[in-house]
């Protein structure tokens, strides 16, 4: 009976645990979503309209791999972003190049409109 009654107890533990980690989640995602929309607005300003890109074996502008690459870099400038890595050794690694892909991403898209809008060259050359 004692085993059934810890059992029960250990497992409204880890699902109240669980339940409680998503909201954490959720905030994290917002947090990071108004630093790069913080950090866009403030790139603008500066007229600096280079977008995001991640170290790699070829050039990687996150979340806009559908479009030439080479002529986004022409158009609107790349920077690397300085903390990613080319190798990818342990789950740290790849979590923090997770991370930085999705801050790269949002950025970047909130980058090419504005860059697209103060460039001659129309968005229909670039895709």
Do not use: W
């Amino acid at each position: 009976m004692l085993k059934h009654i810890s059992l029960c107890f250990v497992s409204v533990c880890f699902a109240g645990c669980a339940t409680i980690a998503q909201p954490a989640q959720t905030s994290s995602k917002e947090a990071s979503e108004k630093l790069f929309q913080q950090h866009a607005q403030q790139a603008i300003a500066k007229h600096d309209y280079r977008l995001l890109a991640l170290s790699s074996r070829r050039l990687v502008i996150a979340g806009l791999e559908q479009h030439d690459s080479e002529q986004l870099k022409t158009v609107c400038g790349v920077r690397f972003i300085t903390k990613s890595k080319d190798a990818l050794k342990t789950t740290e690694d790849k979590q923090t190049r997770s991370k930085l892909y999705e801050y790269a991403a949002g950025y970047n898209n909130l980058l090419l409109e504005a860059c697209l809008k103060v460039t001659s060259t129309s968005k229909a050359s670039i895709e």
